[in-house]
């Protein structure tokens, strides 16, 4: 009955419309000050030396002195502009000053007035009951108010059990948060203990279970919970294995993302399920954040234009976030993309208003174009991320992956060199390492081009010459055309996840970190180097599609299916970031290191790509490929029509 009446109070327009609306600060007001009256009434009244008859005459006139008091230092304090239902803390603290301030200044009134007159007109014992008595019956309406609203608010609004991990101090405010949230989505049900100790207690009504490996699936069944909400800073627990654990048992995972954004010290209703969201795969990929905060990027940057090619990509766009952030004057987008060159226009214009911007839409190859840009502009230093990725892609298109990643980035060196840049970056992949495919070839011979250029132009001139430096990286998270993005539109569309190969691995890193590695390799290069980034643990896709349905929440080969398809043209089982003959040499930076790789000379490159780009112009694919395979031996294709010269090639050596 109490229940069914609570349900239609919950309902009831008017129940609705109150609960919606903040109490007006001249009620709460008022209610304090009848608070205070009943106070003093209820001191006086027991606590009076003068005959009761005559009790509304004598303490009418302190009462009134106690009321004006009270009032003044309300308004001092502002302790009735708080939401009366959602506050706790701050009215605690206001109130607390309001009652405390007010009892010592009647205090000091009552001591001078015995001076004066040599008798009490307030007895200090009364000032501080009213005290007492305000404080207290301020709480308990405040307490009493909050308590009615979550209950009428809570009422037919079904909560989402969850079991918050960890038994430490931010686990338990959260749950606490949680529970005490108007109209909250989730219920916490217990907390999880990581402790070794064993535990058998509760806190507040919540239990505080210990946790057991052994029997993950009994401890949520028991308390008919499906999902375990954790906060942010236990990220890298859940990265160690951790989360594999409840994800085998079908338990869903839920991430508080900011401990700090659930202050109950608020003016404004807050919301703390808001923050609650889904744990992405790419939560769990990632390792250790790299966290790159050395001054020498800025100090550089600062002040600098700066060209970005490819600057509409994944992380292109990410380069130019970052080299606004370091001070850059100028910065130049060079990109062949009309609307993603205009989405990361209008998101620049938007954070960073005082950098100024160049859109130039042009293409690479177009070499009087780049003449163009350098000339308009004058940059000091470049960033070359436009290149063509897509390995099936460039298996079928290999004149344009020619064309674009070799000779597109020879005219930007040759253009660079003429117009005295500073550093010319070079974005490359682990693909250019012991190449199986057209487009892992091509960055290969892009590499040797910057390389092999910056060391003829050293020797050739007696003083600065532009500094060519080169990166490599494996995959990043969730970048245009990525797997992981591949995965999720598979799994929302029900089915079935594609893997080419069950023992598949890649390695990962987010997009931020790859470019912030960018930036510092190329403030530390000095020219010719290829830089190679330490990519962490390589992830087998396999298990990195039934990470991604377990995360959704399904199970893995029977919800969701996972069908092999094979592997594509051109496709490895692993990268590598070096080939067998390669080593490396530290660097300062303990996430870089340097690539110490064959030379080749000049005069002997120049000729055999003279040769690959009539090749490819005239769409000669055959006698390209294989051109390419004479540049870079190491090339073998896999999976492709192009092994067949491989073949042709032995056979002729």
């Known amino acids: 009955m109490k229940k069914n009446l609570l349900t239609e109070l919950s309902q009831s327009r008017i129940v609705k419309k109150l609960a919606a609306t903040p109490s007006p600060r001249w009620l709460v007001l008022a209610v304090d000050m009848l608070i205070v009256l009943f106070s003093c009434v209820l001191t006086y009244y027991f606590n009076q030396d003068i005959e009761k008859n005559s009790f509304w005459y004598d303490s009418g006139v302190k009462i009134g002195i106690f009321i004006a008091t009270y009032l003044l230092f309300s308004f001092v304090y502002r302790s009735f502009m708080y939401i009366v239902r959602l506050s706790v803390i701050g009215d605690m603290y206001r109130i607390a000053m309001l009652c405390g301030t007010s009892s010592i200044f009647l205090w000091i009134v009552s001591e001078a007035i015995c001076l004066v007159n040599g008798s009490y007109y307030m007895r200090p014992w009364n000032v501080l009951i009213v005290g007492v008595f305000s404080f207290s019956l301020m709480m308990v309406v405040r307490l009493i108010l909050k ?44 907390l999880l203990s990581l402790v070794d100790k064993k535990i058998d207690t509760t806190v507040n009504g919540i239990p505080i279970i210990k946790y057991d490996e052994n029997n993950v699936k009994q401890i949520f069944e028991k308390y008919e919970c499906d999902t375990l909400l954790f906060l942010s800073t236990q990220i890298e627990l859940m990265r160690n294995g951790f989360a594999d654990i409840f994800l ?18 608020s003016q404004n209703e807050p919301s703390i399920s808001g923050h609650v969201s889904n744990i992405n795969i790419e939560n769990l990929l990632g390792r250790d954040t790299i966290k790159n905060d050395n001054p020498d990027i800025s100090r550089q940057l600062h002040g600098q234009v700066v060209m970005i090619t490819g600057a509409a990509g994944s992380i292109g766009s990410e380069i130019v976030r970052q080299v606004a952030k370091c001070g850059a004057k100028e910065i130049v987008l060079f990109d062949q993309a009309e609307t993603p060159m205009h989405e990361i226009q ?9 950098v100024k911007l160049h859109l130039f839409i042009a293409d690479i190859t177009n070499r009087q174009r780049v003449e163009r840009a350098f000339t308009k502009y004058h940059p000091r ?67 040797i081009y910057v390389q092999s250029l910056f060391f003829h132009n050293q020797k050739q001139s007696n003083g600065p010459t532009t500094s060519f430096i080169t990166t490599r990286f494996g995959n990043v998270l969730g970048s245009n055309g990525s797997v992981i ?56 896709i396999y298990d990195l599609a039934t990470r991604m349905i377990s995360l959704a929440g399904l199970v893995p080969g029977k919800d969701i299916e996972i069908v092999e398809t094979g592997l ?31 030379v080749y000379e000049m005069e002997n490159i120049n000729k055999q790509i003279d040769r690959l780009y009539q090749l490819a112009r005239t769409g000669q694919t055959h006698d390209m490929v294989a051109c390419m395979k004479t540049i870079v031996p190491e090339f073998i294709s896999q999976n492709s029509k192009f092994h067949d010269i491989d073949i042709e090639l032995n056979h002729t050596n």
């Open 147 to 190: 308590y009615l609203y979550g209950k009428v608010t809570q009422v037919g609004n079904a909560r989402k059990p969850v079991i918050v991990l960890g038994s430490a101090i931010n686990s338990f405010v959260l749950a606490q948060a949680l529970r005490n949230e108007a109209d909250g989505r989730y219920e916490p049900v217990a």
């Open 248 to 265: 085998d048992n079908n338990i869903k995972l839920l991430m508080l993302n900011q401990v700090e954004e659930f202050d109950t010290d």
């Open 346 to 354: 209008l998101e620049m214009e938007e954070k960073h208003p005082d």
């Open 381 to 447: 230093f470049v960033f070359h991320a436009a290149a063509y990725k897509h390995v099936p892609m460039m298996e079928r298109n290999p004149a344009e992956a020619v064309l674009n990643n070799v000779f597109g980035t020879k005219n930007l060196a040759d253009v660079a060199v003429e117009f005295n840049v500073e550093k010319f970056v070079m974005i490359s992949t682990d693909k250019a390492v012991n190449p199986t495919n057209i487009m892992g070839a091509t960055k290969r011979i892009a590499e």
């Open 485 to 540: 993005p591949l995965f999720r539109r598979q799994i929302e569309q029900g089915g079935p996840v594609t893997v080419t190969h069950r023992d598949i691995i890649r390695y990962f890193m987010t997009i931020p970190e790859a470019c912030s590695l960018v930036l510092e390799a190329g403030c530390m290069g000095n020219g010719g180097e290829i830089y190679i980034f330490d990519m962490g643990k390589p992830v087998k």
């Open 568 to 598: 594509r043209p051109g496709e490895k089982l692993f990268e590598e970031l070096l080939n067998d003959k390669e080593k490396t040499r530290a660097t300062r930076h303990h996430k870089i290191m340097i690539a110490q790789v064959q």
